[in-house]
């Protein structure tokens, strides 16, 4: 029925594991630190890696946050 996909969209959602239980100590460090590096080493020289430096040139918030969206 309808009503059950809507809820299972709806769990998927709201009850998605945390993120920081996805990824390595190490990864967290480094997405903090040096979110390009950490970036890089998850998913080589892409276009993931030029936005995250491109981000991180224009504040290191926005790289940080670009960082764990894209290695979650």
Same mark, same amino acid.
């Given at each position: @029925?309808?009503?059950?996909?809507? $809820?299972?969209?709806?769990? +998927? /959602?709201?009850? +998605? =594991?945390?993120?920081?239980?996805? @990824? $390595?100590?190490?990864? /967290? /460090?480094?997405?903090?630190?040096? =979110? =390009?590096?950490? #970036?890089?080493?998850? *998913? %080589?020289?892409? %276009?993931?890696?030029?936005?995250? #430096?491109?981000?991180?040139? /224009? %504040?290191? #918030? =926005? %790289? #940080? ?6 290695? *979650?």
């Amino acid at each position: @029925m309808f009503w059950q996909d809507i $809820s299972f969209s709806y769990n +998927e /959602i709201f009850f +998605e =594991p945390n993120i920081l239980f996805n @990824m $390595s100590l190490l990864t /967290i /460090i480094l997405a903090i630190i040096l =979110p =390009p590096l950490a #970036v890089f080493l998850q *998913k %080589g020289i892409s %276009g993931s890696f030029w936005l995250n #430096v491109l981000l991180t040139l /224009i %504040g290191w #918030v =926005p %790289g #940080v946050i670009h960082a764990f969206f894209t290695l *979650k």
